[in-house]
């Protein structure tokens, strides 16, 4: 029999717990699971930061303006405590968990020989161990529940481009991609699915701690798209991801990156070749 349910809110009744979700990718995330039918727990890195509360107090907000239950926890990712602590009270308090997104991460850019070693082991903590933690931890509650499950990874395009000034963050994403694909394969047995989502260059907050507005907007027009990506895109894709009517799809990767990933600067001297051809033919 054909499914009654409104597509619209596909993931109605499950609840989801999203990690660095109060801005930028994590807080399109959480939005767009709102929009789908899911209970939502927003992650924020300190209580003492009024800033942060502010924010995450604000996708809060964005989250029930659908119809869904939604909270806020703090916890800083980069410490195992803190995180086993974030999935027992996200689950306690939401009744259970469905939905883990491992989106938090850091990341501090100097060339290796030049690294601040704390700033370096800081983004592994957050960005490899915190997801490590995260699926961890979650995979449990999941497999205690025995109803199946659903975990997206957000890790990067720099976990194969060895981008130069990022060596823990792309140590890191690349560690990452592997442990999904294998806890996918471990995982599979207990119904709980693992895939990954790749975004490209998104429109986000972080970007502003190394481009200005000017660069930002210069680099953009030069891309494929011709413009930045937005968090939402990334959501859609998220929800996707974690649709039950994509319960075929574990240990995969989906990028989302508007063709930056493309040979596209080869175009140009495609072109200037192709224009020097035709130079030379109406000679």
């Given amino acids: 029999m054909p499914s009654t349910q409104d597509p619209a809110r596909s993931l109605a009744g499950k609840r989801a717990l999203i990690s660095g979700s109060s801005q930028g990718i994590g807080s399109g995330i959480a939005i767009e ?5 899911a209970d939502v727990t927003i992650n924020f890195p300190s209580e003492s930061n009024p800033k942060d509360n502010e924010l995450a107090d604000q996708v809060v907000s964005g989250c029930v303006a659908h119809g869904v239950q939604a909270q806020a926890i703090a916890a800083d990712m980069g410490r195992q405590s803190e995180v086993e602590r974030l ?3 996200a689950t306690a308090t939401m009744g259970g968990l469905d939905i883990v997104v491992s989106n938090a991460a850091y990341s501090d850019r100097h060339l290796m020989l030049e690294s601040d070693l704390d700033e ?5 903590d957050v960005t490899m161990w915190g997801a490590f ?3 961890r931890c979650g995979a449990q509650q999941m497999v205690d529940a025995g109803q199946g499950g ?11 481009i060895p981008m130069p000034g990022a060596m823990a963050y792309n140590m890191s994403k690349a560690a990452i991609d592997q442990m999904a694909r294998t806890a996918a394969t471990e995982l599979a047995g207990h119904r709980i699915r693992v895939n990954i989502v790749h975004p490209g260059w ?3 907050p972080g970007e502003r701690k190394f481009f200005s507005e000017e660069s930002l907007a210069a680099e953009a027009a030069e891309l494929p798209w011709g413009r930045l990506g937005r968090s939402d895109e990334i959501g859609r894709g998220v929800v996707f991801l974690c649709d039950p009517a994509s319960q075929y799809i574990t240990g995969t990767t989906l990028t989302i990156d508007g063709g930056i990933q493309l040979p596209w ?3 140009y001297r495609v072109d200037e070749a192709n224009k020097a051809a035709r130079k030379d033919t109406t000679a």
Wanted: net charge positive; proline share 3%.
């Fill in 133 to 135: 933690h995260l699926l």
């Fill in 120 to 124: 370096f082991r800081k983004t592994i």
């Fill in 265 to 267: 600067r080869d175009m």
């Fill in 87 to 89: 999935v027992k009270e």
């Fill in 33 to 37: 699971l709102a929009k789908a039918g």
């Fill in 150 to 160: 659903s975990v997206v990874i957000v890790s990067s395009p720099m976990a194969h």
């Fill in 202 to 204: 998104i429109d986000t």
